[in-house]
């Protein structure tokens, strides 16, 4: 492969996430551990207070695309054997088989219906806003533990494990069941696969995370406080047996809101983890799984209300900044300098800490001025979008391109070293010179500098320090 076909993958690729054999691994280790602790936790057949697999499923499509298909299928094809052999059953080969294939295509297919869409939906900007992707999450996750449990109830009466008549006691536990793994794992899972990552930065910027949080110490307290409340209710029902008093679970809502309102993001989504696993675990160790629909509700709606909690003040922010700050060049529909500045100096920071380079490109057309005097200012208007609009189809999605002052045009591009960002900058280079504006008359001057953002540099500083690589006019 020549040197530019190889900077082209690099510009394209580079922001999604391959699923290489180590994270294939790992991947299939965990899936099998999740399954196998979802099986202890099984309060009536076929159905678990929760099901983490369907959460880790959910995930991996969205951060991974269709290759998890390959991945999942055989695992949870093996699985049926496994837990064949847990319910001492003892079909044919040949049956097994084929009802094992069957288990394994209803429970890829239904994720990956619900995944994959959300997956282009965010890809393709249709989602940008945190609201409207807590909505769509919520949405999706919901339709798509339900065709989960459809399919996969469908399944067991088709191998005759169960008749029609069992229907209504399988499917609704097992749709809460998956639903609960999705709601509460998917998002933890996500934000662990994108760790460390310019992908995660990208997220935190996009959909505007409150990346705020309390002390270690204070975040373990408001954890400790809201376990040990499952425990001793969990408890409460054991002793009176009373399975009504399960409904008060559905006020672990105040506790999990209040973590919402004061912690990042991740933090809200591990202590929504840990509150699931403590209802989970209570309900086990203290046999009463006759509340497990109650709790998986109740789970669910604490989810789905933590979600809108971290929401809700941040559309509420991302509307007061839009009042008061001009985030978008109107000409060119690319990003003014101000936006650049400010997502230059948060890149930074996070590039800092977890250690991944960050360059910055100028771009500017020399002879501008020349155009403006000689085809007006309609033409030299229409050659800036043109120029964006060429740019903005060579950038990644964790790139940030802005327009800068006059006829130039800001580049960041996280995880990237200079010498990388010289072969991406060289190709858009190239393709400008291919723009075709019949008004005209003349070829444009381009010039442009790339530099490397040192660790203890400024945003500005580094703008001055590729400002002065260019010529003077």
Same mark, same amino acid.
């Given at each position: 492969?020549?040197?530019?076909?190889?900077?082209?993958?690099?510009?394209?690729?580079?922001?999604?996430?391959?699923? %290489?054999?180590?994270?294939?691994?790992?991947?299939?280790?965990?899936?099998?551990?999740?399954?196998?602790?979802?099986?202890?936790?099984?309060?009536?057949?076929?159905?678990?207070?929760?099901?983490?697999?369907?959460?880790?499923? +959910?995930?991996?499509?969205?951060?991974?695309?269709?290759?998890?298909?390959?991945?999942?299928?055989?695992?949870?094809?093996?699985?049926?054997?496994?837990? %064949?052999?847990?319910?001492?059953?003892?079909?044919?080969?040949?049956?097994?088989?084929?009802?094992?294939?069957?288990?394994?295509?209803?429970?890829?297919?239904?994720?990956?219906?619900?995944?994959? +869409?959300?997956?282009?939906?965010?890809?393709?900007?249709?989602?940008?806003?945190?609201?409207?992707?807590?909505?769509?999450?919520?949405?999706?996750?919901?339709?798509?533990?339900?065709?989960?449990?459809?399919?996969?109830?469908?399944?067991?009466?088709?191998? $005759?494990?169960?008749?029609? @008549?069992?229907?209504?006691?399988? #499917?609704?536990?097992? #749709?809460?069941?998956?639903?609960?793994?999705?709601?509460?794992?998917?998002?933890?899972?996500? $934000?662990?696969?994108?760790?460390?990552?310019?992908?995660? *930065?990208?997220?935190?910027?996009?959909?505007?995370?409150?990346?705020?949080?309390?002390?270690?110490?204070?975040?373990?307290?408001?954890? $400790?406080?809201?376990?040990?409340?499952?425990?001793?209710? *969990?408890?409460?029902?054991?002793? @009176?047996?009373?399975?009504?008093?399960? @409904?008060?679970?559905?006020?672990?809502?105040?506790?999990?809101?209040?973590?919402?309102?004061?912690? *990042?993001?991740?933090?809200?989504?591990?202590?929504?983890?840990?509150?699931?696993?403590?209802?989970?675990?209570?309900?086990?160790?203290?046999?009463?799984?006759?509340?497990?629909?109650?709790?998986? @509700?109740?789970?669910?709606?604490?989810?789905?209300?933590?979600? +809108?909690?971290?929401?809700?003040?941040?559309?509420?922010?991302?509307?007061?900044?839009?009042?008061?700050?001009?985030?978008?060049?109107?000409?060119?529909?690319?990003?003014?300098?101000?936006?650049?500045?400010?997502?230059? =100096?948060?890149?930074?920071?996070?590039?800092?800490?977890?250690?991944?380079?960050?360059?910055?490109?100028?771009?500017?057309?020399?002879? +501008?001025?020349?155009?403006?005097?000689?085809?007006?200012?309609?033409?030299?208007?229409?050659?800036?979008?043109?120029?964006?609009?060429?740019?903005?189809?060579?950038?990644?999605?964790?790139?940030?391109?802005?327009?800068?002052?006059?006829?130039?045009?800001?580049?960041?591009?996280?995880?990237?070293?200079?010498?990388?960002?010289? =072969?991406?900058?060289?190709?858009?280079? %190239?393709?400008?010179?291919?723009?075709?504006?019949?008004?005209?008359?003349?070829?444009?001057?381009?010039?442009?500098?790339?530099?490397?953002?040192?660790?203890?540099?400024?945003?500005?500083?580094?703008?001055?320090?590729?400002? *002065?690589?260019?010529?003077?006019?």
């Amino acid at each position: 492969m020549a040197e530019s076909e190889k900077s082209t993958q690099l510009v394209k690729n580079t922001d999604v996430f391959q699923l %290489t054999l180590l994270r294939a691994l790992v991947l299939s280790v965990v899936w099998v551990l999740l399954w196998r602790f979802s099986a202890i936790l099984e309060y009536a057949p076929y159905a678990s207070i929760w099901y983490p697999p369907a959460g880790l499923t +959910f995930a991996a499509l969205i951060v991974y695309g269709w290759r998890t298909i390959l991945l999942i299928t055989p695992i949870a094809f093996l699985m049926n054997y496994w837990l %064949t052999h847990m319910y001492e059953l003892s079909p044919p080969a040949g049956e097994l088989f084929y009802h094992s294939a069957l288990f394994a295509i209803a429970h890829i297919s239904a994720y990956a219906i619900g995944a994959l +869409f959300l997956r282009q939906f965010i890809r393709l900007q249709v989602i940008q806003t945190l609201p409207g992707f807590v909505m769509g999450f919520v949405l999706m996750g919901a339709v798509t533990a339900l065709l989960a449990s459809f399919f996969g109830s469908q399944v067991l009466l088709t191998t $005759g494990l169960i008749t029609v @008549f069992d229907l209504y006691e399988v #499917w609704l536990p097992w #749709w809460i069941g998956d639903l609960v793994g999705v709601l509460v794992l998917s998002p933890l899972f996500v $934000g662990i696969m994108f760790w460390r990552s310019a992908l995660y *930065s990208v997220w935190q910027r996009r959909l505007r995370f409150s990346t705020f949080e309390s002390s270690a110490y204070q975040y373990g307290l408001k954890v $400790g406080y809201t376990v040990a409340g499952v425990f001793v209710l *969990s408890l409460f029902i054991w002793w @009176f047996q009373r399975p009504e008093i399960a @409904f008060l679970f559905f006020f672990f809502v105040l506790p999990q809101m209040w973590i919402a309102y004061t912690e *990042s993001a991740f933090r809200s989504a591990l202590s929504l983890a840990i509150l699931s696993l403590a209802m989970a675990l209570g309900l086990f160790l203290f046999r009463i799984g006759e509340s497990a629909l109650i709790v998986q @509700f109740a789970i669910s709606v604490i989810a789905a209300s933590v979600y +809108f909690s971290i929401a809700v003040p941040a559309m509420l922010a991302e509307r007061e900044r839009s009042q008061y700050q001009p985030y978008l060049d109107h000409l060119t529909k690319v990003a003014s300098r101000t936006y650049f500045l400010e997502v230059g =100096r948060d890149e930074i920071d996070r590039a800092s800490y977890h250690g991944y380079p960050v360059a910055l490109a100028i771009v500017d057309i020399d002879n +501008f001025r020349n155009i403006q005097y000689s085809a007006g200012h309609e033409v030299a208007d229409r050659l800036l979008q043109k120029v964006s609009e060429s740019l903005q189809g060579h950038l990644r999605h964790s790139d940030i391109l802005a327009r800068g002052r006059g006829a130039t045009f800001l580049l960041l591009m996280p995880d990237t070293t200079k010498e990388h960002a010289e =072969r991406a900058l060289n190709q858009m280079l %190239t393709s400008l010179h291919y723009l075709n504006i019949p008004q005209l008359t003349f070829a444009m001057e381009l010039q442009s500098a790339t530099v490397e953002i040192d660790t203890d540099e400024s945003i500005e500083g580094a703008l001055d320090r590729a400002a *002065s690589q260019l010529n003077p006019r």
